[in-house]
């Protein structure tokens, strides 16, 4: 299948500080990117969609001005979760969609401390 | 009613055996229908993709939906220790639209 990477797999940053993880697709164009948190022993829930080009559509409780999103290109989209606190520690995964199916990457283990 | 529902286990069965996962949804606007397994501090990798109703097979996986009872499955036969992860159902109305995720079920294949 195709291939998703995402960087990095693990951070720890400080209370307050912003955090950047990206997501590349390698062998194919991607469409639309999604981002995804999950939480301890529950579902991957989403948390934003985006178009490269485009602002992101960001669903219902998730703060846009906290969790910035750009897909600056067809391979290429970054999430900068802004001013992060330790309710913000979660598995954060993106996945790349070329309109018939999502690819997922390794996904990026976010501790605030 | 969450929109997607799914017994989260564990469920545990012997090497060799049958398995049998399922979720139920209440959206009936879902079209695309998709099965991902995750080891622990994984992403999800996808196993079973399968567009509206009917039976889908790969190797020892086969994925049912049954659309009219919103209702789909997982079988893994002859179910090896390795086949022990999470395993998510997932579904999506298509186009730009996310995956809409169960909670996933925890799955240990005993040897």
């Known amino acids: 299948g195709a291939v998703v990477s995402q960087h990095p797999s693990w951070v720890i940053c400080k209370s307050g500080t912003s955090v950047k993880i990206e997501c590349r697709s390698l062998d194919f164009q991607a469409t639309t990117m999604f981002w995804y948190r999950q939480f301890p022993k529950q579902s991957l829930m989403l948390m934003a969609t985006s178009n490269e080009g485009s602002k992101a559509t960001y669903e219902q409780g998730v703060e846009k001005d906290k969790f910035l999103i750009n897909h600056a290109s067809l391979t290429l989209s970054t999430l900068t979760v802004t001013s992060a606190h330790p309710e913000d520690s979660s598995f954060y995964i993106c996945?790349?969609?070329?309109?018939?199916?999502?690819?997922f990457g390794q996904g990026t283990r976010l501790t605030v401390v | 009613q969450k929109e997607v529902e799914q017994d989260p286990g564990p469920l545990s069965v012997p090497e060799g055996a049958i398995v049998s996962l399922n979720c139920t949804y209440s959206n009936s606007a879902f079209q695309y229908f998709m099965w991902y397994r995750q080891y622990s501090r994984k992403g999800p990798e996808l196993l079973m993709y399968t567009y509206s109703s009917g039976n889908k097979e790969d190797g020892r996986f086969t994925a049912q939906v049954d659309k009219s009872s919103k209702y789909i499955s997982l079988f893994i036969r002859d179910s090896q220790p390795s086949d022990s992860a999470t395993y998510l159902c997932a579904m999506s109305r298509g186009g730009a639209d996310g995956l809409t995720f169960g909670k996933g079920t925890h799955l240990i294949i005993q040897p």
């Open positions: 996945s790349a969609s070329n309109r018939e199916e999502a690819f």
